[in-house]
């Protein structure tokens, strides 16, 4: 409903103002302007390592576990790049098995919860 009608968020994590902009430019801000979902069969912290070191990928963000053996992550790119490509090459070239890559939109809950996750990570 937020997204609907408000022009304008402010994200406050205890009291401190985290984030301040329209919807679309929170969720952009969060992986440049293309991120996709990514399901990998194997450990978390390989597939974080491959996606992360692969060349076009901004940014990676855990999700959670949805399914047994398997972990998924928010993976972004910049303008003009296909981020499932890179994503599929990094995977592939680390020998773990890509079980779903589909873009994605971020609802202005899941940018949220991303906002509040690396603030924390900051503060830790």
Same mark, same amino acid.
């Given at each position: ?13 205890? #009291? ?63 303008? #003009? ?44």
């Amino acid at each position: 409903e937020i997204q609907a009608v408000c022009s304008r968020v402010l994200v406050l994590n205890e #009291g401190r103002l985290i984030a301040d902009n329209t919807p679309q430019e929170l969720a952009s801000l969060i992986h440049g302007t293309q991120s996709v979902s990514v399901r990998v069969l194997g450990g978390r912290a390989e597939a974080e390592s491959a996606l992360r070191a692969a060349p076009g990928i901004a940014g990676v963000d855990f999700m959670g576990q949805r399914e047994a053996g398997s972990h998924d992550f928010l993976v972004g790119g910049g303008a #003009g790049r296909d981020v499932r490509a890179d994503a599929f090459r990094a995977l592939a070239t680390a020998g773990l098995a890509a079980l779903r890559i589909t873009g994605e939109e971020l609802s202005l809950e899941e940018t949220f919860h991303i906002l509040l996750r690396r603030d924390r990570e900051r503060g830790a």
